[in-house]
């Protein structure tokens, strides 16, 4: 049986002289963690429209047309060079789909933090959007306004690192470097900014409880 470290070196090793059919098998590979992250961090409102899987999907052809790109100077591994095609497809979704919707959608948010960006608001979205009904009219008030505190108080890099992390499971070593820190640090501060988390969610027993971090 083969190593799977071993076995990818050797699809990188044929992908990069050209063989198309080591090139599918390494991206697809990846499509569940890409299609997880996609999933995570795209706007509700374009969820309603399009599937994480399409998007992906869209990438992956992209990012077969500039595959050269990568094997001239393959520093970063493939996977997160992946995740930077499906970031950049992801982006151009957004701005198509929703256009200068974007900017008003956040005036929509129960909240006002002059220290949000777009993974709070994923972060926001991810940990409300799967309440029950019941719960849902309890986050309105109180709850939402002590969670959007929460993660205005939180720095972008750890709530970024919380997302990463947790959200799309990236390994402490993979997100250390989408940051560009070391990974000691990029392990502090995701334990840091988790612990705060739950410990907000703690103390909402009329809503935020139910979700599971």
Do not use: C
Not at 89 to 99: S, V
Not at 136 to 153: C, F, H
């Amino acid at each position: 049986m083969v190593h799977e470290p071993i076995r990818n070196e050797t699809l990188l090793t044929r992908a990069a002289a050209g063989d198309g059919a080591a090139w599918g098998e390494l991206i697809t590979s990846n499509q569940d963690r890409l299609i997880r992250m996609v999933a995570f961090r795209m706007d509700p409102r374009l969820s309603r429209r399009l599937d994480a899987a399409d998007i992906v999907q869209e990438a992956f052809v992209e990012a077969s047309a500039h595959r050269e790109d990568y094997f001239r100077a393959p520093t970063t591994p493939l996977f997160l060079w992946l995740r930077g095609v499906v970031s950049n497809k992801l982006l151009e979704m957004h701005r198509h789909h929703l256009g200068v919707h974007m900017r008003d959608a956040k005036r929509e948010q129960p909240f006002d933090q002059q220290n949000w960006d777009d993974t709070a608001s994923a972060l926001w979205a991810h940990l409300t959007g799967h309440l029950t009904s019941p719960s849902v009219a309890a986050v309105r008030g109180e709850a939402s306004a002590r969670l959007a505190e929460a993660l205005g108080e939180m720095s972008p890099t750890d709530r970024e690192v919380l997302a990463l992390r947790h959200f799309e499971q990236l390994t402490s070593a993979e997100a250390a470097q989408v940051l560009g820190i070391q990974e000691r640090a990029a392990a502090k501060r995701y334990l840091r900014a988790l612990e705060r988390l739950k410990a907000v969610l703690s103390e909402m027993s009329g809503g935020l409880t139910e979700v599971r971090l």
